[in-house]
Protein backbone atom coordinates (compact mmCIF):
# COMPACT_ATOMS: atom_id res chain seq x y z
CA UNK A 1 0.00 0.00 0.00
CA UNK A 2 2.49 2.70 1.10
CA UNK A 3 4.63 1.64 -2.26
CA UNK A 4 1.80 2.15 -4.16
CA UNK A 5 1.09 5.40 -2.61
CA UNK A 6 4.64 6.23 -3.23
CA UNK A 7 5.84 6.35 0.48
CA UNK A 8 8.54 4.00 0.08
CA UNK A 9 10.04 4.86 3.29
CA UNK A 10 7.22 4.05 4.84
CA UNK A 11 6.85 0.42 2.94
CA UNK A 12 10.42 0.01 3.95
CA UNK A 13 9.99 0.69 7.67
CA UNK A 14 6.78 -1.60 7.45
CA UNK A 15 9.25 -4.58 5.77
CA UNK A 16 12.08 -4.34 8.33
CA UNK A 17 9.41 -4.76 10.83
CA UNK A 18 8.34 -8.07 9.73
CA UNK A 19 9.15 -10.73 12.15
CA UNK A 20 9.41 -13.13 9.14
CA UNK A 21 10.38 -11.98 5.80
CA UNK A 22 9.24 -14.18 3.03
CA UNK A 23 9.16 -14.42 -0.65
CA UNK A 24 5.66 -12.96 -0.92
CA UNK A 25 7.28 -9.75 1.64
CA UNK A 26 10.58 -9.59 -0.78
CA UNK A 27 8.79 -9.37 -3.78
CA UNK A 28 6.25 -6.56 -2.65
CA UNK A 29 9.77 -4.71 -1.22
CA UNK A 30 11.52 -5.18 -4.79
CA UNK A 31 8.20 -4.67 -7.00
CA UNK A 32 8.10 -1.17 -5.03
CA UNK A 33 11.47 0.01 -5.41
CA UNK A 34 11.12 -0.73 -8.87
CA UNK A 35 7.55 0.60 -9.49
CA UNK A 36 8.91 3.80 -7.50
CA UNK A 37 12.34 3.82 -9.31
CA UNK A 38 14.33 3.42 -6.25
CA UNK A 39 16.70 1.35 -8.87
CA UNK A 40 19.71 0.87 -6.05
CA UNK A 41 17.54 0.12 -4.01
CA UNK A 42 15.72 -2.99 -5.73
CA UNK A 43 18.98 -4.41 -6.24
CA UNK A 44 20.09 -4.33 -2.74
CA UNK A 45 16.66 -6.15 -1.71
CA UNK A 46 17.45 -8.55 -4.65
CA UNK A 47 20.96 -9.27 -2.91
CA UNK A 48 19.77 -9.02 0.89
CA UNK A 49 16.81 -11.26 -0.31
CA UNK A 50 19.57 -13.87 -1.24
CA UNK A 51 21.50 -13.56 1.45
CA UNK A 52 18.71 -14.14 3.87
CA UNK A 53 18.12 -17.55 1.56
CA UNK A 54 14.97 -16.44 -0.09
CA UNK A 55 14.45 -18.36 -3.79
CA UNK A 56 13.63 -15.68 -6.00
CA UNK A 57 10.89 -16.67 -8.68
CA UNK A 58 9.46 -15.54 -11.83
CA UNK A 59 7.97 -12.43 -9.97
CA UNK A 60 10.94 -11.61 -8.80
CA UNK A 61 13.27 -12.04 -11.78
CA UNK A 62 10.73 -10.14 -13.74
CA UNK A 63 11.13 -7.30 -11.37
CA UNK A 64 14.66 -7.30 -11.89
CA UNK A 65 14.54 -7.74 -15.19
CA UNK A 66 12.27 -4.26 -15.55
CA UNK A 67 15.25 -3.01 -13.23
CA UNK A 68 17.48 -3.54 -16.34
CA UNK A 69 15.05 -2.21 -18.71
CA UNK A 70 14.52 1.36 -17.20
CA UNK A 71 18.46 1.48 -15.81
CA UNK A 72 19.60 0.19 -19.88
CA UNK A 73 22.52 -1.08 -19.05
CA UNK A 74 23.25 -4.28 -20.98
CA UNK A 75 25.63 -5.32 -18.99
CA UNK A 76 23.60 -5.59 -16.05
CA UNK A 77 20.71 -7.21 -18.48
CA UNK A 78 23.40 -9.82 -19.82
CA UNK A 79 24.13 -11.16 -15.69
CA UNK A 80 20.35 -11.21 -15.19
CA UNK A 81 19.91 -13.03 -18.07
CA UNK A 82 22.91 -15.70 -17.13
CA UNK A 83 21.76 -15.98 -13.74
CA UNK A 84 17.74 -17.16 -14.99
CA UNK A 85 19.08 -19.47 -17.05
CA UNK A 86 21.23 -20.82 -14.21
CA UNK A 87 18.72 -20.76 -12.16
CA UNK A 88 16.58 -22.41 -15.02
CA UNK A 89 13.67 -19.58 -15.28
CA UNK A 90 13.88 -19.67 -18.47
CA UNK A 91 10.91 -21.55 -19.83
CA UNK A 92 8.92 -19.58 -17.75
CA UNK A 93 6.94 -17.50 -19.77
CA UNK A 94 6.64 -14.28 -17.24
CA UNK A 95 10.54 -14.31 -17.51
CA UNK A 96 10.76 -14.47 -21.44
CA UNK A 97 8.23 -11.95 -22.04
CA UNK A 98 10.21 -9.56 -19.23
CA UNK A 99 13.58 -10.48 -20.86
CA UNK A 100 12.30 -9.29 -24.67
CA UNK A 101 11.45 -6.18 -23.01
CA UNK A 102 14.37 -5.74 -21.52
CA UNK A 103 16.84 -6.08 -24.35
CA UNK A 104 14.29 -4.08 -26.56
CA UNK A 105 14.33 -1.41 -24.08
CA UNK A 106 18.43 -1.99 -23.22
CA UNK A 107 18.58 -1.26 -27.29
CA UNK A 108 20.06 -4.95 -28.56
CA UNK A 109 16.97 -6.46 -30.15
CA UNK A 110 19.77 -8.86 -31.99
CA UNK A 111 20.27 -10.84 -28.66
CA UNK A 112 16.02 -12.10 -28.80
CA UNK A 113 17.69 -14.83 -30.83
CA UNK A 114 19.53 -16.36 -27.56
CA UNK A 115 16.65 -16.36 -25.48
Known amino acids: MYAKC ?3 ESAQKVFYRLPARD ?6 LISGYT ?3 CL ?6 FLDMQFEKVRPNAVTIASMLSVCAQLSVMMLCKEVHGYLLRKEFDSN ?3 SNSLITTYAKCGDISLMGYI
Open 35 to 37: QNE
Open 40 to 45: DGALKA
Open 6 to 8: KDI
Open 23 to 28: LVSWNA
Open 93 to 95: ILV
